[in-house]
C-alpha cells in the first residue's frame, strides 16, 4: 500500500532554515501532484506549497519568497525548504500526493519557530 513517511521537522530560531522531506513507498507509476499542507494549533489547514508532475508550482501566499518546494521522481521524494521562518510558520506539515485518483497523507512533523 501506499505511504508516506516525513522528515525534517524540529524546532529553529526565527530567522532560520529547515528541509522537510516526504518519500512516498508502494508507487508502481506516475504521482500525479505532490504537496505540503500545514495546520497550526485552533486553527484550520492549510495549503502552504505544491508541484504537478511537470515542475508547476502554486504557494501560499504568506510564504512565497521564503518556502522552495521541489521533487525529485526517481525517488518519489518532494521537499519543502524553508528559509526565513516566522513564528507564525510554527505548525504541524502534512504532505500529500495525488496518485491513482486517491489523495494520501503523509502522518505529520511538527515545525517550531521560537521568536
Known amino acids: 500500500q501506499v505511504q508516506l513517511v516525513e522528515s525534517g521537522g524540529g524546532l529553529v530560531q526565527a530567522g532560520g532554515s529547515l528541509r522537510l522531506s516526504c518519500a512516498a513507498s508502494?508507487?508502481?507509476?506516475?504521482?500525479?501532484?505532490m504537496g505540503w499542507y500545514r495546520q497550526a494549533p485552533g486553527k484550520q489547514r492549510e495549503l502552504v506549497a505544491r508541484?504537478?508532475?511537470?515542475?508547476?508550482?502554486n504557494y501560499a501566499d504568506s510564504v512565497k519568497g521564503r518556502f522552495t518546494i521541489s521533487r525529485d521522481n526517481a525517488k518519489n521524494t518532494v521537499y519543502l525548504q524553508m528559509n526565513s521562518l516566522k513564528s507564525e510558520d510554527t505548525a504541524v506539515y502534512y504532505c500529500?500526493?495525488?496518485?491513482?485518483?486517491?489523495?494520501?497523507w503523509g502522518q505529520g512533523t511538527q515545525v517550531t519557530v521560537s521568536s
Open positions: 500529500f500526493i495525488n496518485y491513482r485518483w486517491s489523495l494520501y
Open positions: 508502494g508507487i508502481i507509476d506516475r504521482i500525479d501532484t
Open positions: 508541484i504537478t508532475n511537470g515542475g508547476s508550482t
